[in-house]
């Protein structure tokens, strides 16, 4: 799920950005600390959305830097549990499928891409057995979180299921939405 959070820090601005005005010296320095970062406790930070409450501005002897408080908003996605989401299918390997989940990649396995006997082919393709569904770099796609791990930070894990009902390639989806209207 996505979240707007706001965030206190002292923010160290160099010297060699003193020429810039404070704002725009405190909000690069921001950004630089905070976008991509990744940690249990807030997920994988997305941007900074924004700054609000510069405090004056201390310089610490010996370092030359001036520190700021600072309060500022960050976009989150913290993946949780059971969670809906949407992806686009970044790469297909002979165990999966890469979803890039914006702001985050998940892996969904290659026994939970389908409710179907699932090959892979050299084309980067995995196809079912009896439904003939294929899914390839590209894909959007509807898939359930069913893992999530931060136990290595530089390489945090989401785990994906696309075998449910109502999970899988969202053209899929459609034809089914059109065979049921078709029975009624």
């Given at each position: 799920m996505f979240y707007r959070v706001?965030?206190?820090?002292?923010?160290?601005?160099?010297?060699?950005?003193?020429?810039?005005?404070?704002?725009?010296?405190?909000?690069?320095n921001v950004k630089s600390t905070y976008e991509n970062f990744v940690s249990k406790k807030l997920g994988f930070v997305v941007t900074v959305l924004d700054i609000y409450n510069v405090e004056e501005g201390v310089i610490i002897p010996g370092d030359g830097a001036a520190y700021y408080g600072t309060e500022f908003d960050l976009l989150l996605f913290r993946p949780e549990m059971n969670e809906l989401v949407f992806g686009n299918v970044r790469d297909i390997t002979d165990f999966g499928a890469f979803l890039d989940l914006g702001g985050s990649e998940g892996m969904a396995h290659i026994s939970q891409s389908m409710d179907d006997y699932v090959s892979f082919s050299k084309d980067k393709v995995l196809q079912g057995k009896k439904t003939h569904h294929t899914l390839k770099v590209g894909d959007n796609c509807r898939a359930r979180i069913i893992a999530v791990s931060f136990k290595d930070l530089k390489n945090p894990k989401i785990g994906l299921s696309m075998r449910q009902e109502g999970l899988g390639k969202l053209e899929w989806l459609d034809e089914e939405k059109k065979k049921g209207v078709a029975k009624e």
């Open positions: 706001r965030v206190k820090d002292f923010i160290r601005v160099p010297p060699k950005m003193f020429d810039k005005g404070k704002t725009e010296a405190i909000l690069a």
